[in-house]
């Protein structure tokens, strides 16, 4: 501990619960959200200084239970206090508790960069510019996809995130094929199969969008192998990604695809991201997790950190009724702000709204 911060320790963890309803469903090929339940996490040093973190359990896609999550949160509760935010640091849950430990270590984080007096993003990364493009997420394959489209395009993004695999091929297709004839010029498209097809539809629908701007495609079939996935990124040019099935790959190898898409929440929080993101020859996508306004904040921060020119998904603030802090401004780039640490207070009125 430097000299600055000797005598400094952790004096309480507190935990505030959340249930928020979402503003519309969230679909995806394992079904639909309708509300997000998790906790804000907030440390506070014995001087008074205090961080922010968030942890919000999604099981579906590979994090630990809310119960579970709970039990983590409480036990370190008391087994962080008195440590200093380094020591503390080095003690967080196992990456068997990702969200649990992504609470935490964000609101450590969040702490030292206030001590500091600087934006996360540099505290992390001192060279890093605070720019960062951004997707947009215009949801699931319906009849007023297009719309949306021409709509993201309207507000300066230059690519959009939509789910397939939320309808049998039969019914879905043709509604995606129909939005295409309107699609802007300009916008790129990321497609996200969230593992609804098997290897067999992925073989037969990729040929189908040669000749479209697609900029990659997530998760492509549930029963795909390395071999699967090797040969399925060979018939395409864009970028291929994993997503909910990436613990299942060595961290420290090269993906049999381009992409891995890292979620704080599921992959355990900024550290964990950070040394993902240097798996090599590996591009690396920082996505939120339908996170109220801390989470989705953190996102923001890390992707700046990495600094690589892809757009990131922070296009989530819409999906929640309530996002309990500020939400990102809209468009395809986002620049961070020069204020310290996450760089905001969660609103936590809205808690009882």
């Known amino acids: 501990m430097s000299e600055a911060g000797a005598g400094r320790s952790i004096a309480r963890i507190e935990l505030h619960p959340y249930a928020i309803p979402l503003s519309r469903p969230w679909k995806c090929a394992r079904g639909d959200t309708v509300l997000r ?4 996490v907030r440390v506070e040093d014995s001087e008074g200084a205090h961080g922010w973190g968030e942890t919000a359990g999604l099981p579906g896609a590979g994090t630990e ?3 579970l999550a709970e039990a983590a949160l409480r036990r370190a509760s008391a087994e962080l206090a008195g440590l200093s935010a380094a ?5 967080l849950p196992g990456r068997e508790r990702p969200a649990a430990r992504c609470g935490l270590e964000c609101a450590l984080l969040d702490l030292e960069a206030r001590r500091a007096g600087v934006p996360l993003f540099r505290q992390l990364r001192p ?7 951004v997707n947009a997420f215009v949801g699931a394959v319906d009849e007023d996809l297009g719309a949306r489209l021409v709509e993201a395009r309207r507000r300066g993004f230059e690519v959009a995130k939509l789910k397939l695999a939320t309808a049998p091929l039969a019914d879905e297709l043709p509604l995606f094929f129909r939005a295409m004839e309107s699609l802007p010029d300009g916008l790129q498209l990321r497609l996200d199969v969230n593992r609804g097809w098997t290897t067999a539809e992925a073989e037969q629908v990729l040929p189908r969008f040669a000749g479209l701007p697609i900029e990659g495609l997530e998760e492509p079939a549930a029963d795909a192998d390395a071999q699967d996935l090797a040969r399925l990124q060979g018939m395409v040019d864009f970028s291929i990604a994993l997503d909910e099935s990436l613990s299942s790959w060595p961290e420290e190898t090269a993906l ?3 992409r891995q898409v890292l979620k704080p929440m599921v992959v355990g929080g900024p550290s964990r991201v950070l040394a993902l993101a240097l798996r090599p020859r590996t591009e690396s996508i920082v996505t939120a997790s339908v996170d109220t306004a801390v989470g989705l904040w953190l996102s923001a921060h890390l992707a700046a950190v990495l600094g690589n020119g892809l757009a990131h998904g922070l296009d989530t603030a819409s999906w929640l009724s309530r996002l309990l802090g500020p939400a990102p401004a809209p468009g395809g780039v986002l620049q961070l702000a020069e204020r310290p640490g996450l760089g905001f207070e969660p609103e936590l009125a809205e808690l009882t709204a």
């Open 256 to 258: 049999p695809v381009r």
């Open 87 to 91: 020591e503390a640091r080095a003690r």
């Open 37 to 40: 339940r998790g906790w804000l």
């Open 127 to 133: 060279d890093a510019s605070g720019e960062v493009r």
């Open 65 to 67: 239970t809310a119960d």
